[in-house]
């Protein structure tokens, strides 16, 4: 039985796909640390990327969003060790990655008006995105934490 290709894939498929850089049309990686110098090198690394895959029109809300993940990332599970950003892109989303070894998941968004500071990160990821989640790294080793944009 073959698939309709058109069809809607889970995005568990996707995210693998993603980290073996496999099945999408445009995709690169960038490792970083908790170090604010590595953190600021994100911005200028997105910015490029997204010019030279000619996608400028999402470029504010894929900032705001690697900035809020990674923030997270740098916040909660990185301590002395690194992370992955990963952006990959299709003719019709950007998918932004943080992948992490931490296997604590992220609280869920309870609503737009949830006062949490701690949350104050995800509830802006929730807002740009079209969708968001989190998938743990099947050998236990971390998570990775997703936001699709549309172009």
Not at 110 to 122: M, N, V
Not at 136 to 144: I, Y
């Amino acid at each position: 039985m073959t698939q309709d290709p058109s069809a809607p894939r889970p995005l568990y498929v996707l995210n693998h796909e993603l980290a073996m850089g496999l099945g999408v049309p445009q995709f690169t990686a960038r490792r970083f640390t908790a170090h604010p110098d590595s953190l600021r090198a994100l911005p200028p690394f997105i910015r490029r990327t997204l010019r030279a895959w000619d996608v400028p029109v999402c470029m504010h809300d894929a900032l705001t969003v690697v900035s809020e993940l990674a923030a997270n990332a740098a916040r909660h599970a990185l301590g002395d060790a690194h992370a992955w950003l990963g952006l990959a892109g299709t003719e019709h989303f950007i998918l932004c990655t943080v992948t992490d070894p931490s296997t604590r998941l992220p609280e869920p968004v309870q609503s737009q008006t949830d006062s949490s500071d701690c949350r104050r990160g995800l509830r802006v990821v929730h807002r740009l995105s079209e969708e968001w989640g989190c998938t743990l790294l099947s050998d236990g080793t971390g998570k990775t934490v997703w936001a699709r944009l549309r172009i």
